[in-house]
Nanobody, 122 residues
Framework: QVQLVESGGGTVQAGGSLRLSCAASGRTWIINTMGWFRQAPGKERAFVARIAKRSGSTYYVDSVKGRFTISRDNAYNTVYLEMNSLNPEDTAVYYC???????????????WGQGTQVTVSS
């Protein structure tokens, strides 16, 4: 069993920054890829970024490239999402997720956190 807990959400003004954290516990050794998703009001959940456990390779959706950075600690116990130059379109519930699938093939995520709210005001 794997448990994921997000933290760091809040309300910021446009142009501001936030750093989200995802703490993993349990059978974390089965995880090969971790990622961040977000769900804006009235919209479906969308992929944001993912990071490979072994290599540290990262991949981002085009809309956040150059603004967001995904990273992890050496023990892979915590994954971060550094968000800069935030705009109101980034407002959403952000979810941490994990999968045993390897990085290049990661499509289905089996473990999810409870989500943390990010609100960006105009």
């Amino acid at each position: 069993q794997v448990q994921l807990v997000e933290s760091g959400g809040g309300t910021v003004q446009a142009g501001g920054s936030l750093r989200l954290s995802c703490a993993a516990s349990g059978r974390t050794w089965i995880i090969n890829t971790m990622g961040w998703f977000r769900q804006a009001p009235g919209k479906e959940r969308a992929f944001v970024a993912r990071i490979a456990k072994r290599s540290g390779s990262t991949y981002y959706v085009d809309s956040v490239k150059g603004r967001f950075t995904i990273s992890r600690d050496n023990a892979y116990n915590t994954v971060y999402l550094e968000m800069n130059s935030l705009n109101p379109e980034d407002t959403a519930v952000y979810y941490c997720a994990a999968t045993n699938q390897v990085f290049s093939y990661a499509r289905e995520y089996d473990y999810w956190g409870q989500g943390t709210q990010v609100t960006v005001s105009s």
